[in-house]
T-cell receptor
Framework: NAGVTQTPKFQVLKTGQSMTLQCAQDMNHNSMYWYRQDPGMGLRLIYYSASEGTTDKGEVPNGYNVSRLNKREFSLRLESAAPSQTSVYFC???????????FGSGTRLTVV | RKEVEQDPGPFNVPEGATVAFNCTYSNSASQSFFWYRQDCRKEPKLLMSVYSSGNEDGRFTAQLNRASQYISLLIRDSKLSDSATYLCVVTPPTGFQKLVFGTGTRLLVSP
């Protein structure tokens, strides 16, 4: 089915470990986003990519890096995981301005 | 002040009831408005866009009041399957669309 695919779905890391969350969309969307969702905090934007070749910081970028590998793929990297990064991470994409997003199913990350 | 504020609920209603949620936004120049639905441990999904003239989709009606800076969602004839968290979403008045999400209002529909 067309949409946004995230991997992995679940991950447990030790403090200080690194990992990359993968995201791919097959809807030919220009824009892609990474959000984290924490209880009581709602969805907060980490990084976004308005178009292939560009990336920009969102509301909570510290501790993360991103790569827009091509139009389809947008990865999120945690270089040195911290317990404060325990969260649910959602990737999303959008094709038209003011049209809303399509989300992936999320990655549940626990840092111990 | 948060950009988007919602009553977290939960709103507990019986099947068949009508329920309404409001959401307020702080930036009067916000451009676009949406309601998303999120089921437990699932991703948010677009429920409907909110237009200045209001819009209706079956049992769901969304309204925008720019003067008072609030958005509403009305659900008629509630179903058990409507139980979810409803997220109010706006786009700020910048050159690029970045959605800003409220923390959500939880709805529980009981038999």
């Amino acid at each position: 089915n067309a949409g946004v695919t995230q991997t992995p779905k679940f991950q447990v890391l030790k403090t200080g470990q690194s990992m990359t969350l993968q995201c791919a969309q097959d809807m030919n969307h220009n824009s892609m986003y990474w959000y984290r969702q924490d209880p009581g905090m709602g969805l907060r934007l980490i990084y976004y990519s308005a178009s292939e070749g560009t990336t920009d910081k969102g509301e909570v970028p510290n501790g993360y890096n991103v790569s827009r590998l091509n139009k389809r793929e947008f990865s999120l990297r945690l270089e040195s995981a911290a317990p404060s990064q325990t969260s649910v991470y959602f990737c999303a994409s959008s094709g038209k301005p003011n049209y809303g997003y399509t989300f992936g199913s999320g990655t549940r990350l626990t840092v111990v | 002040r948060k950009e988007v504020e919602q009553d977290p609920g939960p709103f507990n209603v019986p099947e068949g009831a009508t329920v309404a949620f409001n959401c307020t936004y702080s930036n009067s120049a916000s451009q676009s408005f949406f309601w998303y639905r999120q089921d437990c441990r699932k991703e948010p999904k677009l429920l409907m866009s909110v237009y200045s003239s209001g819009n209706e989709d079956g049992r769901f009606t969304a309204q925008l009041n720019r003067a008072s800076q609030y958005i509403s969602l009305l659900i008629r004839d509630s179903k058990l399957s409507d139980s979810a968290t409803y997220l109010c979403v706006v786009t700020p008045p910048t050159g690029f669309q970045k959605l800003v999400f409220g923390t959500g209002t939880r709805l529980l529909v009981s038999p």
